[in-house]
T-cell receptor
Framework: AQSVAQPEDQVNVAEGNPLTVKCTYS??????LFWYVQYPNRGLQFLLK??????LVKGSYGFEAEFNKSQTSFHLKKPSALVSDSALYFC???????????FGSGTQLTVLP | DAGVIQSPRHEVTEMGQEVTLRCKPI?????LFWYRQTMMRGLELLIY????????DSGMPEDRFSAKMPNASFSTLKIQPSEPRDSAVYFC???????????FGQGTRLTVV
């Protein structure tokens, strides 16, 4: 079975500071890992993914994430946060042979001006 | 491409009524997913299709829920009879066989009173 944990319900950061949103996963095979963002009253928007290769993946809007196999983590990062980054962020995992994504519980990011 | 299109965006209905949610996936996508989002349970996969065939419906909560995909460009999720605990945002998503991420629609916010 595949599962994802986002240990923080809420993350607050000042504008211009770096941000990190944490995610750990559990799969029995090779993981495919994803980050999505959800703005109020909107659907989920794909940000980035890790399939294989370089452990640091870059995505939309200046976000990046680092895959760490030994720690089974896939934390989302951005060097300098913007107020417009405030949203709900979801980590998701898919085991290589599966087709469906399993989502974490979400982390509400608030960037303070 | 217009993306995944869901209708209606909002639905308010009385308990006991039949509700039908609609989805048009992205053209050329082989997979279609129905998710439900609530505060209590987060994002849950209800059912997914591959080439119009239901593959996994283990997430469908009860027999009151049914989903169909009569062709590659249309799917429905039906609740009959509806209950207040069905109130949630229902998302449709589609994906390609060769690709890995799913693309989400804007969702349908269902309120059962």
């Amino acid at each position: 079975a595949q599962s994802v944990a986002q240990p923080e319900d809420q993350v607050n950061v000042a504008e211009g500071n770096p941000l990190t949103v944490k995610c750990t996963y559990s799969v029995s095979g090779n993981p495919y890992l994803f980050w999505y963002v959800q703005y109020p009253n909107r659907g989920l928007q794909f940000l980035l993914k890790y399939i294989t290769g370089d452990n640091l993946v870059k995505g939309s809007y200046g976000f990046e994430a680092e895959f760490n196999k030994s720690q089974t983590s896939f934390h989302l990062k951005k060097p300098s946060a913007l107020v417009s980054d405030s949203a709900l962020y979801f980590c998701a995992v898919r085991e290589g042979s599966a087709r469906q994504l399993t989502f974490g519980s979400g982390t509400q990011l608030t960037v303070l001006p | 491409d217009a993306g995944v299109i869901q209708s209606p965006r909002h639905e308010v209905t009385e308990m006991g009524q039949e509700v039908t949610l609609r989805c048009k996936p992205i053209s050329g996508h082989d997979y279609l997913f129905w998710y439900r989002q609530t505060m209590m349970r987060g994002l849950e996969l209800l059912i997914y299709f591959n080439n119009n065939v239901p593959i996994d419906d283990s997430g469908m909560p009860e027999d009151r829920f049914s989903a169909k995909m009569p062709n590659a460009s249309f799917s429905t999720l039906k609740i009959q009879p509806s209950e207040p605990r069905d109130s949630a945002v229902y998302f449709c998503a589609s994906g390609q066989r060769q690709g890995t991420e799913a693309f989400f629609g804007q969702g349908t916010r269902l309120t059962v009173v």
